[in-house]
């Protein structure tokens, strides 16, 4: 999955981009934050901890 797409389903979400730093955005919801890399193919650990962080801010 692209960066720019996961972004964009995070965003979709009701999660809130807070900034940028180089290529990688940092979202924000309930408290919880996440650090997108805004790569062509997100590593899968990567993508698995950027779904942990979700699963986290949904149950709040």
Do not use: F
């Not at 999955?1 to 972004?7: D, Q, S």
Request: net charge positive; hydrophobic share 30%; glycine share 8%.
């Amino acid at each position: 999955m692209r960066g720019k797409e996961t972004v964009s389903m995070l965003l979709k979400n009701g999660w809130e981009e807070i900034s940028q730093n180089g290529s990688h955005k940092k979202l924000k919801k309930n408290g919880y934050s996440c650090i997108v890399p805004m790569h062509d193919e997100i590593r899968k650990g990567t993508l698995s901890s950027i779904k942990a962080m979700v699963e986290l801010a949904e149950k709040n």
